[in-house]
């Protein structure tokens, strides 16, 4: 099942795609108003279960006359994993840590599939991070591993935007990560029934149609259960959160010379099984 989020005039709503098309499910059921109420409400099964029942009878979108948006909009909390493919911590010169690095984005900078990546007026040292984006579809605190994939809703693709000067200005992260448009998260989520293993799905960022990084998740140093077991044992996770994997080595900073996203590319970043997000990139002015 694909679940997306979109605004359709001036309405914003969020369905499944079927057959090519939008089922209209926030129409469909009043009480699901987002995508992570619904989940939160329901699960990913009761959302199953209303795109069985809606069918025949829902209003339809086509998804070619449809803004999209963020696969989740208004999560409480984007959780952002650091340092997690082993050639990405060698290229940074960082020391493998004893748990993972985390960090936050807000939901401002973040846009839909086919949206603008907007580099910021402040910097032009403005670079890819494709990954992986889990959505929690069963809240939680101190979840066990092994119960870990049973709280994922499913996957989506996310372009983790990063302001490299901004991002370096001390050893926290947080002011290169979160200027306004930066990053992108999408087309749609993926739920976790239609995906055989996690680990063996396979990430590839192209910038202009030239790849740039590539890995699959089994490469990880820390595992998806590792990942929400850890973030569960100091927050508690909620429907709708994102929490981001981390990306593969190649990342432009590393690269001799540095390789910019700047206006007029277009950056992809596809995940086996779930889809391509592609954004184009704009100057704030």
Known sequence: MKLLSYRSADR??????????ILDLAAANPGWPTLAYALGDAGADGIGNAVTA????????????????PVVPDPQKILCVGLNFEKHRIETGRER????VIFTRFPDTFVGHGAPLVRPAESDRFDFEGEVALVIGRGGRRI???NAL?????????????????????HQFT?????????????WLVTLDEIVDLAELELTTRLNGAEVQRAPLSDLTYS???????????TELRPGDV???GTPGGIGARREPPLWMKPGDVCEVEVSGVGVLRNAIVGED
């Open 12 to 21: 914003r709503s969020w369905g499944a795609l079927v057959d090519g098309e």
């Open 54 to 69: 809606a069918a025949n009878t829902a209003h339809r979108v086509a998804l070619d006359s449809v803004e999209l948006l």
């Open 97 to 100: 840590t004893e748990y993972p």
């Open 144 to 146: 066990a591993q092994d």
């Open 150 to 170: 049973d709280h994922i809703a499913g996957v989506t693709c996310l372009n983790d935007g990063s302001i490299r000067d901004f991002q370096s200005h001390t």
């Open 175 to 187: 002011p290169g990560k979160n200027f306004p448009a930066t990053g992108s998260m999408g087309p």
């Open 224 to 234: 998806i259960p590792e990942i929400v077991a850890y973030c569960s044992s100091w």
């Open 243 to 245: 929490i981001v994997t």
